[in-house]
């Protein structure tokens, strides 16, 4: 079994142990047509391992504190669905071009606070990026959660994420990316 599948086997049995607030059940898997909805709607493809979960484990509904978003449709707990969020965040970022969001750094999860859990899925690695708007600016706005999805879903597994009462004195780096990722192109 690749690391790949032990990992997404541990998240499937926490994944049916464990509800987190809002979530009376785990949601089934999403199908290919939900995948391929979303991804047309968003302009980019998900990661590996983001698709995997979305369709081998459910369509949002576990994972750390608010749980994964659902692609498509609106959780129980009235949260956006992650494509919704992405693009009201794009287009909010349009208007106020003090607060851009990154193209391609798709909200997965609500810390409360309108914090979320987002990855970007234009990097190879997937890394999960922490939003905090409670900044004073948007430069301010952004850590590294984890360097990748993987990392992320073994330190919820694992009870070891910044969110855990254990470990709230781990600091977050901030993401070197954003500017670069959020710059507006001028034509030459």
């Known amino acids: 079994m690749s690391e790949n599948e032990q990992l997404l086997a541990r998240v499937a049995a926490k994944a049916r142990s464990t509800r987190p607030w809002g979530w009376p059940s785990l949601p089934e898997p999403a199908d290919a047509s939900i995948l391929a909805r979303a991804e047309a709607a968003l302009g980019f493809a998900l990661p590996p391992l983001l698709a995997d979960l979305y369709l081998r484990i459910g369509d949002g509904g576990f994972g750390p504190e608010y749980g994964l978003l659902p692609l498509l449709d609106s959780p129980p707990a009235g949260e956006p669905a992650a494509v919704a969020q992405y693009l009201a965040n794009r287009e909010s970022g349009r208007k106020d071009p003090d607060w851009p969001w990154p193209e391609g750094v798709l909200p997965i999860s609500h810390w409360g606070c309108a914090m979320y859990a987002c990855v970007d899925c234009r990097a190879p690695e997937a890394p999960v990026?922490?939003?905090?708007?409670?900044?004073?600016?948007?430069?301010?706005?952004?850590?590294?959660?984890?360097?990748?999805?993987?990392?992320?879903?073994?330190?919820?597994?694992?009870?070891?994420?910044?969110?855990?009462?254990?470990?709230?004195?781990?600091?977050?780096?901030?993401?070197?990316?954003?500017?670069?990722?959020?710059?507006?192109?001028?034509?030459?």
Do not use: K, Q
């Not at 905090?132 to 070891?160: F, I, K, Q, R």
């Open 129 to 188: 990026l922490l939003f905090e708007p409670n900044a004073d600016e948007s430069d301010h706005a952004w850590y590294v959660d984890a360097p990748s999805l993987t990392a992320w879903l073994s330190t919820w597994l694992d009870g070891t994420g910044w969110y855990e009462e254990t470990n709230e004195e781990l600091e977050m780096a901030p993401w070197a990316d954003f500017r670069i990722r959020t710059e507006t192109r001028r034509a030459s």
